[in-house]
T-cell receptor
Framework: DAKTTQPPSMDCAEGRAANLPCNHSTISGNEYVYWYRQIHSQGPQYIIHGLKNNETNEMASLIITEDRKSSTLILPHATLRDTAVYYCIVRADSWGKLQFGAGTQVVVTP | DVKVTQSSRYLVKRTGEKVFLECVQDMDHENMFWYRQDPGLGLRLIYFSYDVKMKEKGDIPEGYSVSREKKERFSLILESASTNQTSMYLC???????????????FGDGTRLSIL
């Protein structure tokens, strides 16, 4: 699986959009971009994934650049419950083990 | 919504005990996984299963065994618990497609196990 780079931390004001960047410059053509988050003392939570096109679900939007070397996870209206570590992963398939990097610690403040 | 349920959030056991961790998923997923998560080491795969009665070793199977007698249930067994098995244990499940692609793993809330 290709390596990803994320900022170690970021703050976001409650009610504002949170834009979380991820670089994956060595991504292969068959690798998907996945996002998970982990709230303290809970299991990881799947958020969204995509291959080429932008994706949106009830939790977030995923914007993938045309060259696929980077992506942005957008939480449209951050709440205090969105405070968590966010992990960006690229992988060719979901079979086998997941490996998380250090992720981005997001703190949403009132 | 996918629901993966782990039997205990917190568990305290003694060295040498046989420990059972249970995981149940309600989405008819074929694949199930057991990980442990430790600070600074990230997620490490212990065992996984892609079908009933089937199991495959992950990266750190030593000291553990698993059982999958029914599709929805995947059990992790610590044969003789040791202090270095104190950890957060996470169960996950995913669906199989013909090409095994594009299916996320969904996790339970974890069991924080302490071995004294």
């Amino acid at each position: 699986d290709a390596k990803t780079t994320q900022p170690p931390s970021m703050d976001c004001a409650e009610g504002r959009a949170a834009n979380l960047p991820c670089n994956h410059s060595t991504i292969s053509g068959n690798e998907y971009v996945y996002w998970y988050r982990q709230i303290h003392s809970q299991g990881p939570q799947y958020i969204i994934h995509g291959l080429k096109n932008n994706e949106t679900n009830e939790m977030a939007s995923l914007i993938i650049t045309e060259d696929r070397k980077s992506s942005t996870l957008i939480l449209p209206h951050a709440t205090l419950r969105d405070t968590a570590v966010y992990y960006c992963i690229v992988r060719a398939d979901s079979w086998g083990k997941l490996q998380f990097g250090a992720g981005t610690q997001v703190v949403v403040t009132p | 919504d996918v629901k993966v349920t782990q039997s205990s959030r917190y568990l305290v056991k003694r060295t040498g005990e046989k420990v059972f961790l249970e995981c149940v998923q309600d989405m008819d997923h074929e694949n199930m996984f057991w990980y442990r998560q430790d600070p600074g080491l990230g997620l490490r795969l212990i065992y996984f299963s892609y079908d009933v009665k089937m199991k495959e070793k992950g990266d750190i199977p030593e000291g553990y065994s698993v059982s999958r007698e029914k599709k929805e249930r995947f059990s992790l067994i610590l044969e003789s618990a040791s202090t270095n098995q104190t950890s957060m244990y996470l169960c996950a499940s995913s669906r199989t497609t013909l090409d095994r692609k594009n299916q996320p793993q969904h996790f339970g809330d974890g069991t924080r196990l302490s071995i004294l």
